[in-house]
């Protein structure tokens, strides 16, 4: 009995769906990669500024009746995001954090 399809088309099928099979594997870990690339940019371009940390921990201690001077505030930049401080006598105190142009306050600046 003669079959229909040789021994070199079932291997050249074969071969085509295992190359086609890694091709969808690595096209599936490339577009990981692009969008944590994509979301790191994103996160670097509108990591929030000196300016808008003091706003926040200015309108915070407002809030408290806590006297803040904007000098006390300082800034600690991770590129991709970015750690509100204020100066005390004993060091450095970290209050909020900055990250998509927003600063989030999560401690009294006492």
Avoid: C, W, Y
């Avoid at 940019?41 to 806590?66: C, D, S």
């Avoid at 100066?87 to 990250?99: F, R, S, V």
């Amino acid at each position: 009995m003669k079959l229909p399809f040789d021994l070199v088309t079932i291997l050249t099928i074969a071969a085509i769906i295992i190359i086609l099979f890694l091709l969808f594997k690595i096209f599936k870990i490339l577009t990981r990669i692009i969008l944590i690339v994509v979301f790191l940019v994103i996160a670097f371009l509108t990591n929030p500024r000196l300016e808008q940390h003091q706003h926040a921990a200015q309108k915070k201690a407002k809030a408290e009746n806590i006297h803040l001077n904007e000098r006390d505030v300082m800034v600690k930049d991770l590129a991709v995001a970015s750690v509100t401080q204020i100066k005390q006598d004993q060091g450095t105190k970290t209050i909020g954090i900055g990250l998509f142009t927003r600063v989030f306050i999560f401690r009294d600046p006492e």
